[in-house]
């Protein structure tokens, strides 16, 4: 059973527009919530976290969103560029205790295509 | 230095050979994670070692062996694998298991004939 959901497998975007990257969890003990890149041949790298006492956090070109009663968070990148081609794994995990804490469970991620 | 090494690059074994994967890290960093990742599915934890000691064990078969040696090391010994096995096999570290921001290696490409 998957706890953390990507439905897109891609998404393709013109460059100068917006990128909204969906994810869906359904475990109520998920507290944090992250979002990670990552490039071919090479391991992802962190790009933004979102606590669940907030429901926006932003950082320059890229904003996380969080529902917590929909148990949905999403990423915007605005303006898209080029080089945000990559795949995006959504991340989540548990401060407060339970079977997933200190784990981060990761959803199947979404290839996100930005053409010049 | 931000970097977590990963060697081998890439591995070919067959199912009756022993070899083992290495993972290093300089940031100081107390959490190391193993994770298994095959095509178009998510990354899956297989172990975390927090302060050097095996805090997780995510059910993984005992064909696999997770090592720390040291606090910049981590080592994942493999002997016996089946094909299923074959996969990306990724490390991680983190300043402790209560930090969720992870510095991913490159990887290592198994295939186990």
């Known amino acids: 059973d998957q706890q953390v959901k990507q439905n897109s497998p891609s998404l393709s975007v013109q460059e100068g527009r917006i990128s909204i990257l969906n994810c869906d969890y359904t475990n109520s003990m998920f507290d944090y919530f992250l979002w990670y890149k990552k490039y071919p041949a090479e391991g992802p790298t962190f790009l933004i976290s979102i606590s669940s006492i907030k429901d926006k956090n932003e950082d320059g070109r890229f904003t996380v969103f969080l529902n917590k009663s929909a148990k949905h968070l999403s990423l915007h990148i605005v303006p898209s560029q080029p080089g945000d081609s990559a795949v995006y794994f959504c991340a989540a995990s548990a401060f407060a205790g339970g079977t997933s804490y200190g784990k981060l469970t990761f959803g199947q991620g979404t290839i996100l295509t930005v053409h010049p | 230095d931000t970097e977590v090494t990963q060697t081998p690059k890439h591995l070919v074994m067959g199912m009756t050979n022993k070899k083992s994967l290495k993972c290093e890290q300089h940031?100081?960093?107390?959490?190391m994670y193993w994770y298994k990742q095959k095509a178009k599915k998510p990354p899956e934890l297989m172990f975390v070692y927090s302060y050097e000691k095996l805090s997780i064990n995510e059910s993984v078969p005992s064909r696999f062996s997770p090592e720390c040696p040291n606090s910049s090391l981590l080592n994942l010994h493999l002997h016996a694998l089946q094909p299923e096995d074959s996969a990306l096999y990724l490390c991680a570290s983190s300043q402790d298991m209560t930090v969720f921001h992870y510095y991913f290696g490159a990887g290592t490409r198994l295939s186990v004939l």
């Open positions: 940031m100081g960093h107390r959490a």
